[in-house]
């Protein structure tokens, strides 16, 4: 990472910006695709301050979940880190609000969609002297304090915007994916808990040779149908056999929605991230809708509530919003 001088005296005053949720894994392809939705997300505002440091002023949002200390919050903390690393840490003063605009623990990427808030918004405070590849190792390190687990399937859509390939981990390597216009997402989020590292334990450290070359042909087989406009083809890859079957023990009515989902025509259906939302792909905004609706009202029937989400695919990633005061 190469920046020129950052004359702190031109810093803006002021930014906020807000950065999207994401589908991690895109139900076959576990920890190396994702995509960005337009809502829900997080929101962070940022302030320059007289005093060196960064400091979190509030958090809204979190039912008082996450710390205000700001070397452990996420958002904080990886601010903090860009700007040790750009030598600015002593020099310039930070202050933080975060806004939740989504549940945490949805399987949603919440935190991610925090730290990548965070890191646009100080980069865009700074006057954007690093590009967004040189973001993404810190919001990944985002991701490592907030679960133990530092991978990019959450935060480099959430980033970069769009359908993102994690080819490589170790020495990270995102490719973004081309997505076809009609593609949407209807997301529910019933109102249960399922943490994300007791999700992770669950999963296999070992996997059966044929179900590796089914997961391998429907990852492949993903790829071609978003380069090919093959909403087919993309419908019939997205198919899980390797975590799904252990997850879904975790999420109620998990095959009853998923049922309903492929009945109402979406083209396929699966576990957001480590869940337990639920994500219904479909060809069109309609579609989205009445599965959403539909898997709503069955919830209801067995009493649990849920949230509903319908979005295209967010091609943008964050975004800086005027203020409203």
Same mark, same amino acid.
Not at 223 to 251: H, W
Not at 264 to 278: K, T
């Given at each position: 990472?190469?920046?020129?001088?950052?004359?702190?005296?031109?810093?803006?005053?002021?930014?906020?910006?807000?950065?999207?949720?994401?589908?991690?894994?895109?139900?076959?392809?576990?920890?190396?695709?994702?995509?960005?939705?337009?809502?829900?997300?997080?929101?962070?505002?940022?302030?320059?301050?007289?005093?060196?440091?960064?400091?979190?002023?509030?958090?809204?949002?979190?039912?008082?979940?996450?710390?205000?200390?700001?070397?452990?919050?996420?958002?904080?903390?990886?601010?903090?880190?860009?700007?040790?690393?750009?030598?600015?840490?002593?020099?310039?003063?930070?202050?933080?609000?975060?806004?939740?605009?989504?549940?945490?623990?949805?399987?949603?990427?919440?935190?991610?969609?925090?730290? +990548? !808030? *965070? /890191? @646009?918004?100080?980069?865009?405070? $700074?006057?954007?002297?690093?590009?967004? =590849?040189? %973001?993404?190792?810190?919001?990944?390190?985002?991701?490592?304090?907030?679960?133990?687990?530092?991978?990019?399937?959450?935060?480099?859509?959430?980033?970069?915007?769009?359908?993102?390939?994690?080819?490589?981990?170790?020495?990270?390597?995102?490719?973004?994916?081309?997505?076809?216009?009609?593609?949407?997402?209807?997301?529910?989020?019933?109102?249960?808990?399922?943490?994300?590292?007791?999700?992770?334990?669950?999963?296999?450290?070992?996997?059966?040779?044929?179900?590796?070359?089914?997961?391998?042909?429907?990852?492949?087989?993903? +790829? !071609? *149908? /978003? @380069?090919?406009?093959?909403?087919? $083809?993309?419908?019939?890859?997205?198919? =899980?056999? %390797?975590?799904?079957?252990?997850?879904?023990?975790?999420?109620?009515?998990?095959?009853?929605?998923?049922?309903?989902?492929?009945?109402?025509?979406?083209?396929?259906?699966?576990?957001?991230?480590?869940?337990?939302?639920?994500?219904?792909?479909?060809?069109?905004?309609?579609?989205?809708?009445?599965?959403?609706?539909?898997?709503?009202?069955?919830?209801?029937?067995?009493?649990?509530?849920?949230?509903?989400?319908?979005?295209?695919?967010?091609?943008?990633?964050?975004?800086?919003?005027?203020?409203?005061?």
């Amino acid at each position: 990472m190469r920046v020129n001088n950052i004359d702190i005296n031109k810093v803006l005053d002021k930014v906020r910006v807000f950065a999207p949720a994401t589908v991690a894994n895109m139900i076959c392809g576990f920890d190396v695709l994702g995509f960005a939705v337009d809502h829900p997300g997080d929101e962070v505002k940022m302030y320059k301050s007289d005093i060196p440091g960064v400091r979190i002023r509030s958090i809204q949002g979190d039912d008082g979940r996450l710390p205000l200390d700001a070397d452990k919050n996420t958002v904080s903390a990886c601010v903090k880190m860009l700007l040790t690393d750009l030598c600015l840490v002593d020099k310039l003063g930070i202050e933080i609000e975060l806004i939740k605009h989504m549940p945490i623990g949805s399987g949603l990427g919440s935190s991610s969609a925090s730290t +990548v !808030a *965070g /890191l @646009f918004a100080i980069n865009t405070l $700074l006057g954007s002297p690093l590009s967004k =590849d040189d %973001l993404m190792p810190y919001c990944v390190e985002g991701e490592r304090l907030a679960c133990g687990h530092g991978h990019a399937d959450n935060v480099a859509p959430a980033l970069m915007g769009g359908v993102t390939l994690i080819r490589g981990q170790h020495e990270l390597d995102v490719i973004k994916l081309p997505v076809p216009s009609e593609l949407f997402a209807g997301i529910v989020f019933p109102d249960v808990d399922v943490p994300t590292r007791d999700a992770r334990q669950l999963i296999k450290d070992k996997v059966q040779l044929k179900d590796a070359v089914i997961q391998w042909g429907n990852v492949g087989g993903l +790829v !071609a *149908g /978003l @380069f090919q406009n093959d909403y087919d $083809l993309i419908g019939r890859s997205m198919i =899980d056999v %390797l975590i799904e079957p252990t997850r879904a023990i975790l999420i109620p009515e998990f095959y009853e929605m998923k049922r309903i989902a492929l009945e109402n025509g979406a083209l396929s259906f699966g576990i957001s991230g480590s869940g337990p939302s639920v994500v219904a792909i479909s060809r069109g905004e309609v579609i989205a809708r009445t599965v959403t609706e539909k898997i709503k009202s069955h919830l209801l029937e067995k009493e649990i509530d849920s949230y509903q989400y319908v979005s295209a695919v967010n091609v943008d990633g964050p975004k800086v919003l005027p203020f409203n005061d």
